[in-house]
């Protein structure tokens, strides 16, 4: 009997929150090239030419970083970025912001009508989260598009 009362008892999320860190020493994100700067920190340079990859930055409410994380890596024409992932990481590091990246291997920075309704749908996602999406970069080698930048978000 022991055994069917366990087996319809529910899976739980288990949420505690410690930095390890002095939050004053991370980076204050400002602008857009702020952000590009410190993404290009952490990109692995040799892929970006190569691979398409997902990465978001994870702000505090001050828009210190709080950490970047990679979503996903695919091949040359696309990856996914997937809102439960992206949305689960940020509610889990009790980020407030965050920064939406990715690259296009092609070094053409302009946006497809798939990354604009992706930004559209996880602005709005956020929303009902309560954590903003401050802005989606498209980055290359040598340079970056922002949506906020252009007025998209």
């Not at 590009?36 to 990465?55: D, N």
């Not at 709005?124 to 252009?150: P, Q, R, W």
Request: proline residues 2%.
């Amino acid at each position: 009997m022991v055994q069917e009362q366990n087996q319809f008892k529910v899976a739980e999320v288990e949420v505690s929150y410690k930095s390890n860190y002095n939050i004053t020493e991370r980076p204050k994100i400002n602008s857009s090239r702020d952000a590009y700067k410190v993404l290009m920190q952490h990109w692995h340079l040799g892929k970006i030419e190569l691979l398409e990859e997902f990465k978001v930055i994870l702000l505090n409410n001050s828009n210190r970083v709080l950490g970047i994380v990679d979503i996903s890596t695919g091949g040359v024409q696309g990856t996914l970025a997937d809102a439960k992932i992206i949305f689960s990481v940020a509610l889990k590091t009790n980020s407030s912001k965050i920064i939406l990246a990715h690259n296009h291997p092609s070094s053409n920075t302009n946006p497809s009508e798939a990354d604009k309704k992706l930004t559209q749908k996880l602005t709005e996602g956020g929303k009902l989260l309560d954590i903003e999406v401050c802005d989606h970069l498209i980055v290359t080698n040598y340079s970056y598009y922002s949506f906020a930048d252009d007025g998209m978000i």
